[in-house]
């Protein structure tokens, strides 16, 4: 058939000059129009369900294919970080949980005056509440530049370890929303910021543990959970405390 997007004359159901689905030659339906939607915003054609069971089940295996070039059945690392903001901002605003409009008590440090804990209280608050975005990227960014060290004999790059934490923080993010309305559901209450952190993290410390399968398990292990130390002390204590300092409210 002629392709009425490029002109190129093919036979099969996507055209191979421009990818334009055979489809496309029919008269427009509002069904199509609705599928070509689902498929642009949320990649269902290209392995999102899939990506999502297959980051549950072997996340590893998710990743070391995705750097070694298997990359047509799995959504877009980048996409997929997205999809799951998306989530979290339609679930934030149709079904807000208690813990995402009050604040929670934060860890006091001693050694800072009251104004300044009170400072970093509403930080801390606000990126995970308002910024999102910025919240979600702070973690991601820091544990490939802190495995970069920590691995350094396997040769993975940075853009190899930020494309797997691209999977692994969204797949944490997308199950935790997840446990959060399930939750919901049988407990009155909403759930605990504790558990919500416990549920996030015990997925991306099991991810990155069986993406690094090469090292043996205790050292292994030792080095996941001092990436996860080190993230934590720079996002719950350095990147709040200078916001606190820069951009104080009390």
């Known amino acids: 058939m002629n392709c009425n997007n490029c002109q190129n004359n093919y036979s099969g159901k996507f055209c191979p000059n421009c990818g334009q689905r ?51 059945k799995y959504t877009n690392p980048a996409r997929y970080l997205i999809i799951a903001i998306a989530i979290q901002a339609f679930l934030d605003y149709w079904f807000l949980q208690p813990e995402l409009t009050q604040q929670p008590d934060f860890v006091n440090f001693s050694f800072l005056s009251e104004t300044v804990n009170k400072n970093m209280a ?3 608050h606000t990126l995970a509440t308002k910024y999102s975005l910025i919240h979600n990227l702070s ?7 802190t495995f970069i060290f920590l691995f350094k004999r396997l040769k993975y790059n940075f853009t190899e370890l930020l494309t797997i934490n691209f999977y692994y923080f ?11 309305l399930t939750y919901a559901q049988f407990i009155e209450s909403g759930m605990k910021t504790p558990l919500i952190i416990l549920v996030t993290f015990s997925y991306v ?7 690094f399968k090469e090292v043996k398990f205790l050292n292994r ?30």
């Open 22 to 72: 055979d489809i496309a030659n029919n008269r427009l339906k509002f069904s199509e129009v609705i599928n070509d939607f689902f498929d642009n915003a949320f990649n269902i054609h290209k392995g999102l369900f899939f990506t999502f069971w297959n980051l549950m089940i072997n996340p590893g295996k998710v990743g070391k294919s995705y750097i070694e070039g298997q990359r047509k």
């Open 139 to 145: 973690m991601i960014l820091i544990f490939p530049a």
């Open 170 to 180: 969204s797949n944490g993010l997308i199950l935790t929303l997840i446990t959060i």
């Open 205 to 211: 410390i099991w991810a990155n543990m069986s993406f």
């Open 221 to 250: 292990l030792i080095k996941v959970l001092i990436a996860v130390f080190i993230f934590m002390l720079i996002r719950v204590f350095f990147m709040i405390y200078i916001l606190s300092v820069l951009f104080p409210i009390v």
């Open 122 to 124: 509403f930080w801390n």
